[in-house]
């Protein structure tokens, strides 16, 4: 037991007392489950108890509870992350949100909605199309992810390129302070200038500063036509220069993703890519908006790509193969443990004309280090998660690795860019952080952090490396 | 070999976390609670069995038991964990076949070996029905099977297409024979001869599920030896999951080096669901007009051929006038699991709950799937109104068979 002074089953008993018996969960088979999230190699300790929390109220007993004898609490969407943001490493108490997943109201006539923390976002995007509005955020987990744990992390995903990410779609927020009281930040209107921006604090808090129980959003019209393409290259640098040059030139891909040919042959094992499998460099594109707007791009697209020499343009016309690739592209994170023992996928995010530096830089260190790595991300953002794989793990591999990615980090924030586009930094990246934002920078945010949580039990260890005493 | 768990020591492994599974799993779904989703029921059968840093407490075999094996994680698994197949091993290793008490395990044994409930157990089952003692949705007991009456060769009744052998499971063969009457009618009628073997067992996918290896490799064993020696196109059958097992788990039962294996093998990519079947070697003749609407359960094995998810769906559009109504999700499981929904009615129940709503929003009144488990277990919730077909017997009445 790491909490301070109270046993395991003082705890359990406490919590079960608080909240009833089938809300806490502290079997040791339990405590494993909720130990780590989609970084299994983060997983360092595991929880006292899981609570699976289903109201407001849960939330507010809970973490007065916690503060007051400084339990740590670690919220917990559906444990998909990549930055190892929901695993407890100081033990205590995860806090499964899931439960609360009920959408409370989507207006078409203000084009917002408010739901519960626990909403799984593919289940949101669904109903917000039946009344033909667009919710456009789409971490590649939207199939699992909620969307309290997609604010807690400013989740991205491939649409970025053209619509942005979670953040600018967040409009208010319901919280839960530590010391039990609830606050209702920002508002349902979409034009705010309140004082502090509370709201976009929260955002991306990564559970560090209060539990997020309900969000409001913003939503778009639902484009009427969605159209997949993909572009071969021959090389990686042809693709890499086609992703700003195709964006410069006018037309916006909805979704402009940069694979790599590795990436190609995992996707195509999973759901069949009808294009040749022998290219260096792949484009897979997502054009949305009125037919007349597709078929515009995709000539445009077309055009410049036939000029700078790529291989081939295919145009997807069947909807259930579109729809295959997608969801291979979506899956494409354990794909690679079907060759891999282990694979390390970095968020590092460098402006869009330094795309075709990157990529040679990440192959090069690669190469100079014998360890593979592999490019395939949302390049139209500038986002393109460099990965390290491991073909074994040993020591000395894990070694490898570690030095590849710290090079891979330093590269690109070199380059003006910055250390997480969309995954947050966890525990992943909190070694890196100071050096992209600076000492003064990071103070700020602690005292931050000490205005919200002055006792320390939010998510504790994680964003930045824990001061040692 | 399916059962080792020893052999799957390095695919325990392989899971990647990336928690996709909570999307699909109906007892997750249901239970909302993350220790009974894949990702982490592979996490605690890793601990407690492989590597053995964990006991083995009746939770660890709660968690083992509280699987539907739908294969639904398996089949949508990035990192290619063969889930069902460790939960199989799993089972395994913790029971050695005895999970169920010694009257289940009689009952199940005589199944496997006569292709379904036929004899004493019969009889039993039939009275402890009529005595209401049987669980809810428990499939109605009859006393005469369909290879009672059927056994040999039974000629195209036009110009021969085809020769296939027709697998009968112990559903079709010992609770519902009007859908194997409906098979042999409709394959004859499309110029098939039609072969129906005898001595065949239980696919042996019940004692699978048991983690009884023993059995389940006694029925393999007898069925391939018996299959792969006709001379026949292909070898079809109504149940998608006898398919799945004849088709794609067959040769995983067996241990390395048995010489079996090249036989599973080369029968393997000739087994096929009659309607998928049906729909690659096209209806002749066509069938005549019939105005009916119906809607579709996909049942959750279903796998192991690409074009099986919606084959009956292409069949029945040859029927003119036919109307297929989506229900909303399709492919969700119905809860069933082979005999699962005896061991864990209240869940099982959930889980069919929100099928029966998916089902009745279509306002449809005829509902097909291929899998007799899925349709016995939805019909005894659905009253008369509404009734649960093999796609198969609306082919029948199409043809006027």
New interface residues.
């Given amino acids: 037991m790491k909490t301070a002074g109270m046993r395991a089953d003082e705890l359990e008993k406490d919590l079960k007392h608080l909240l009833g018996g089938e809300k806490v969960?502290t079997?040791?088979?339990?405590l494993?489950?909720?130990s780590?999230?989609?970084?299994?190699y983060y997983a360092q300790g595991k929880p006292d108890a899981v609570v699976?929390a289903e109201s407001v109220d849960d939330v507010c007993k809970l973490l007065k509870y916690s503060n007051q004898y400084e339990v740590p609490v670690t919220p917990r969407g559906?444990?998909?992350g990549l930055s190892g943001g929901a695993t407890p490493i100081k033990g205590g108490i995860v806090l499964?949100m899931?439960?609360m997943n009920k959408i409370l109201e989507i207006s078409k006539g203000n084009m917002t909605a408010r739901a519960e923390c626990g909403v799984?976002l593919?289940n949101f995007s669904r109903a917000v199309e039946k009344e033909k509005l667009f919710y456009p955020p789409d971490p590649q987990?939207m199939?699992?992810?909620t969307l309290g744990g997609n604010v807690a992390c400013r989740a991205g995903g491939p649409r970025g390129v053209k619509y942005g990410t979670t953040p600018h779609y967040v409009l208010g927020l319901e919280a839960v302070l530590p010391d039990g009281s609830v606050i209702n930040t920002g508002g349902i209107s979409v034009k705010q200038a309140n004082g502090y921006n509370i709201t976009q604090i929260l955002t991306g808090s990564e559970g560090t500063l209060a539990v997020i129980t309900k969000v409001n959003l913003r939503l778009l019209p639902l484009p009427p036509e969605r159209k997949t393409m993909v572009i071969v290259c021959d090389s990686p640098q042809l693709a890499a220069e086609l992703v700003s040059r195709i964006i410069y030139e006018g037309a916006i891909p909805a979704v402009l993703e940069y694979l790599s040919v590795g990436a190609i042959w995992l996707m195509n094992s999973?759901r069949p890519i009808p294009v040749a499998q022998d290219g260096q460099a792949y484009l897979l594109i997502e054009l949305d908006g009125t037919p007349a707007v597709i078929a515009a791009d995709i000539d445009l697209i077309k055009s410049i790509s036939v000029k700078m020499g790529a291989r081939e343009v295919k145009i997807i016309e069947d909807n259930k193969q579109a729809e295959g690739i997608w969801k291979a592209r979506?899956?494409?994170?354990?794909?690679?443990?079907?060759v891999y023992k282990k694979?390390i996928s970095e968020d590092v995010t460098v402006p869009r004309d330094r795309i075709p530096e990157m990529v040679k830089a990440v192959s090069e260190i690669g190469a100079s280090l014998g360890i593979p790595t592999g490019m395939s991300g949302h390049a139209g953002d500038g986002n393109i998660h460099p990965g390290v794989q491991l073909a074994e793990i040993t020591p000395e591999m894990e070694k490898k690795a570690e030095e590849a990615i710290r090079l891979i980090i330093e590269k690109g924030i070199e380059m003006g860019g910055t250390v997480s586009g969309e995954h947050g930094i966890g525990l992943h990246k909190s070694q890196y952080i100071e050096k992209e934002l600076g000492k003064i920078q990071m103070d700020l945010m602690k005292r931050i952090k000490y205005a919200f949580d002055p006792k320390g039990i939010m998510n504790p260890g994680k964003i930045w490396p824990e001061e040692k005493a | 070999m399916i059962g080792e768990l020893d052999d799957y020591k390095d695919l325990v492994v392989?899971?990647?976390?990336?928690?996709?599974c909570?999307?699909i799993c109906p007892v997750y779904l249901e239970d909302?609670?993350?220790?009974h989703?894949a990702?982490?029921r592979v996490?605690?059968i890793d601990?407690t069995l492989c590597k053995k840093t964990?006991p083995v407490?009746p939770?660890?075999k709660d968690?083992i038991n509280r699987c539907l094996l739908c294969t639904s994680c398996t089949r949508e698994?990035?990192?290619?964990v063969p889930v069902h197949e460790i939960i199989i091993a799993a089972r395994h290793a913790l029971y050695g076949g005895k999970r169920q008490n010694w009257l289940k395990r009689y009952i199940l044994k005589n199944m496997i070996e006569n292709r379904g409930i036929v004899g004493l157990p019969a009889y039993l089952l039939w009275t402890a029905q009529q005595l209401h003692l049987t669980p809810a949705g428990f499939p109605s007991i009859i006393l005469s099977t369909f290879t009672s009456k059927y056994r040999g060769t039974y000629p195209a009744s036009s110009e021969k297409r085809q020769k296939v052998a027709y697998f009968v499971g112990c559903a079709t063969n010992s609770m519902d024979p009007e859908t194997g009457e409906s098979v042999m009618r409709v394959l004859a009628h499309n110029g098939i001869e039609v072969v129906v073997p005898d001595k065949l067992m239980c696919c042996g996918i019940p004692a699978l599920a048991e983690g009884d290896m023993k059995s389940a490799q006694n029925a393999v064993r007898n069925n391939i030896a018996i299959l792969a020696d006709l001379d026949v196109d292909a070898v079809v059958t109504d149940c998608t999951s006898c398919g799945m097992m004849l088709r794609a788990e067959t040769g995983k039962v067996l241990p390395a080096d048995d010489p079996l294996l090249k036989k599973a093998a080369e029968l393997a990519p000739k087994i096929f669901e009659v309607t998928d079947y049906l729909n690659k070697i096209g209806l002749s003749p066509a069938p005549t007009t019939m105005q009916e609407s119906y809607t579709y359960h996909m049942p959750c094995h279903r796998g192991w051929t690409p074009t099986l998810d919606t084959a009956p769906i292409e069949v029945l559009s040859c029927i003119p006038g036919m109307e297929y109504h989506a229900m909303s999700e399709p492919g969700k499981c119905c809860g069933a699991g082979g005999a699962f929904f005896t061991e864990y009615e209240d869940l099982s129940g959930k889980i069919r709950k929100r099928k029966l709503d998916d089902i009745l929003s279509t306002g449809v009144k005829t509902v097909i799937s291929q899998c007799p488990g899925c349709r016995s277990y939805l019909a005894s919730a659905l009253g008369r109104k509404t009734r649960v077909i093999h796609p198969v017997t609306l082919l029948r009445k199409a043809y006027g068979l």
Avoid at chain 2, 32 to 35: D, P, R
Wanted: proline share 3%; glycine share 4%; charged share 30%.
């Fill in positions: 969960k079997e040791p088979e339990d494993l489950a909720y780590s999230d989609a970084t299994r699976l559906a444990g998909s499964d899931k439960r799984v593919a987990s199939d699992v992810c999973f979506r899956n494409l994170s354990p794909l690679v443990l079907r694979s | 392989k899971c990647s976390h990336c928690a996709l909570e999307a909302m609670l993350e220790t989703v990702r982490a996490d605690i601990q964990m407490t939770r660890v968690i698994c990035g990192a290619a």
